[in-house]
């Protein structure tokens, strides 16, 4: 009896000694002989690490939220409130749009890339990260719209067309020529008499000076000029939209790659989180061993647990760099910037339109489809100037100049000479047919084109439009999990500390845990680009207008 009431006594002890250490900062097992280089790196002030929001803070948050939610709901107001770091589904509202057009959201210059895009660096310090700048997504997608390469060669392209149709309304105007010519030739000339006597060479000179003026109009060439400016018209349409379609490629892949940031951030704190868990399950299985109520098995394989807990986050810290590197490709940002997500994790605003409104919105906004209705009128002008080889032409010509032989001494002789010319081709070996034939068969191309990319669009959006659902509801059971893996982690350390429970529950409970955080914010992060493919799939939404691109 005596002996049952010590190990009582002790365990009490014990207990009372290990909820005490449950609130001090965890330590790795490296931290005994030093620091290891996982650590290094997370505790690095340049690297701006974030930080995972406390699970009770996320049910205090949750709750907080959800009554929020049910106070609006109940008064007709619409909380418009800025969300927490890990808001859940419905429980906040995103802060409402800045009604700034986008491109006036640009960060400060020192991010803008070398002005010469020849540019080598040649020596160490030239690529050094020296500049460490959060950016919101807005600024990102500023960012890209402004130094992406592929959008300023589309511009390239627009101003090219628009220099073509310059040169096709050219020959709606007459020509005005200019000719001048002065000669001076020496001849010499071989003379004989009818005597026998030797033939005698005379040397003479002339001196002549022309000058003529021109003015030609096409009165009248088929159909040929009038389809080559309306063709020229359409081709800076069709590059116009093909502007506007890269832009969007563009919008998309900066804010996925924005959200791959944010979620490599999140990987980082809960690699984190796991090596303070590692490190209180040690420093646990340490005080139990320590009071005879553990055993040395149970210490190393904490020591190992923990080891792959610092593993795992040298690896995610090495991810989330690499996805900053990734961003500032996508960027064109300089050669010593590196990218911090400045926003935090939080769940988008629902999509408004229903699956069939979507889809209407999508016909009507995207570029694809108007580009093919392009490419049909194109072929169309196609048609046009090819039947108008074999069509008649009416020419009309004007020209005044004079002559003058300067050695004569008579003066210039003006001339004046008007010119009507009607020409007809009447065989070209079926050169028009041929075209206009091949200018037909664009057309039907262009026709079934636009009903393949009709029925892809059509199947982005619905993609897209479920895996935002099937991933709203996913926050929402994500959520929940995380609040019943804390809740059985806890169970199980307490557990672990009275005695009454084993390391292997806590362990389990901590992978739980993780996993359960790993889901809850990957949910956030899929919804979020189910959004953005979204909104591609539709594009220029929701103000049906493109960003100020050029």
């Known amino acids: 009896m005596f002996v049952l009431r010590y190990c009582v006594c002790v365990s009490v002890s014990l207990l009372a000694v290990l909820t005490w250490n449950t609130g001090l900062t965890a330590q790795t097992v490296s931290s005994l002989e030093g620091k290891s280089e996982a650590e290094k790196l997370s505790l690095d002030p340049d690297n701006?690490?974030?930080?995972?929001?406390?699970?009770?803070?996320?049910q205090e948050s949750s709750v907080s939220s959800q009554n929020t939610k049910n106070i609006s709901t109940a008064t007709g107001k619409r909380n418009n409130s800025p969300p927490n770091v890990l808001s859940q589904s419905g429980t906040s509202e995103t802060p409402e749009k800045n009604s700034e057009p986008i491109l006036q959201q640009l960060p400060p210059n020192n991010l803008n890339p070398n002005g010469n895009p020849l540019l080598r660096p040649s020596q160490p310090e030239d690529v050094e990260i020296d500049i460490n700048e959060p950016l919101t997504l807005n600024e990102v997608i500023a960012l890209a719209l402004q130094n992406n390469r592929e959008i300023q060669q589309a511009r390239i392209e627009v101003e090219e067309v628009e220099a073509r149709l310059v040169v096709e309304r050219a020959a709606l105007y007459p020509t005005l020529d200019i000719d001048s010519r002065l000669n001076r030739e020496f001849i010499e000339r071989?003379?004989?008499?009818?005597?026998?006597?030797?033939?005698?060479?005379?040397?003479?000179?002339?001196?002549?000076?022309?000058?003529?003026?021109s003015l030609r109009q096409d009165i009248y060439a088929?159909?040929?000029?009038?389809?080559?400016?309306?063709?020229?018209?359409?081709?800076?349409?069709?590059?116009?939209?093909?502007?506007?379609?890269?832009?969007?490629?563009?919008?998309?892949?900066?804010?996925?790659?924005?959200?791959?940031?944010q979620n490599s951030d999140a990987q980082v704190a809960i690699a984190q989180?796991?090596?303070?868990?590692?490190?209180?399950?040690?420093?646990?299985?340490?005080?139990?061993?320590?009071?005879?109520?553990?055993t040395r098995f149970d210490v190393l394989r904490a020591e190992g647990d923990l080891a792959t807990a610092n593993q795992r986050l040298t690896s995610r810290i090495a991810n989330q760099r690499i996805a900053r590197r990734e961003l500032a490709e996508t960027l064109s940002l300089g050669q010593q910037v590196e990218l911090v997500a400045a926003d935090e994790i939080r769940q988008s605003p629902t999509w408004n339109l229903s699956l069939e409104e979507t889809i209407v919105q999508?016909?009507?906004?995207?570029?694809e489809?108007?580009?093919?209705?392009?490419?049909?009128?194109?072929s169309e002008q196609d048609v046009r100037i090819a039947l108008a080889g074999i069509t008649p032409r009416l020419d009309f010509v004007a020209q005044y100049g004079f002559d003058d032989d300067f050695d004569d001494g008579v003066g210039a002789l003006p001339n004046w000479r008007f010119e009507t010319r009607l020409t007809w081709r009447l065989f070209d070996g079926g050169r028009a047919f041929a075209g206009a034939?091949?200018?037909n068969r664009g057309i039907d191309r262009a026709t079934i084109e636009f009903t393949n990319i009709r029925n892809e669009i059509r199947l982005e959006v619905e993609t897209a439009y479920y895996n935002s659902i099937a991933n709203r509801e996913n926050i929402d059971s994500t959520s929940a999990n995380v609040r019943t893996r804390e809740e059985g982690l806890r169970l199980a350390r307490l557990r672990f500390q009275a005695g009454v429970g084993t390391q292997t529950d806590v362990i389990n409970a901590q992978r739980d845990l993780s996993q359960a955080r790993g889901d809850f914010l990957e949910a956030i992060i899929n919804y979020n680009r189910s959004l953005n493919n979204l909104q591609r799939s539709v594009s220029n939404y929701p103000d049906n207008r493109l960003f100020e691109i050029r």
Do not use: H, W
Not at 231 to 243: D, H, Q, S
Not at 275 to 288: E, F, K, M, P, W
Not at 370 to 375: D, K, N, P, S, T
């Open 222 to 261: 088929g159909e040929e000029r009038d389809g080559r400016i309306k063709r020229a018209e359409r081709e800076i349409r069709r590059e116009e939209l093909e502007l506007e379609q890269i832009a969007e490629n563009v919008r998309q892949e900066a804010t996925d790659r924005y959200y791959s940031l």
């Open 190 to 213: 071989q003379t004989g008499d009818f005597t026998g006597g030797p033939d005698i060479v005379v040397d003479s000179s002339e001196t002549t000076g022309i000058f003529n003026v």
């Open 273 to 294: 989180a796991d090596v303070a868990n590692a490190s209180q399950t040690l420093r646990d299985a340490q005080l139990l061993e320590q009071a005879g109520l553990g």
């Open 48 to 58: 701006s690490q974030p930080r995972v929001t406390d699970i009770k803070q996320m």
């Open 362 to 367: 999508a016909y009507k906004n995207r570029a």
């Open 437 to 439: 034939r091949a200018g």
């Open 369 to 378: 489809l108007e580009q093919q209705l392009v490419r049909r009128e194109i």
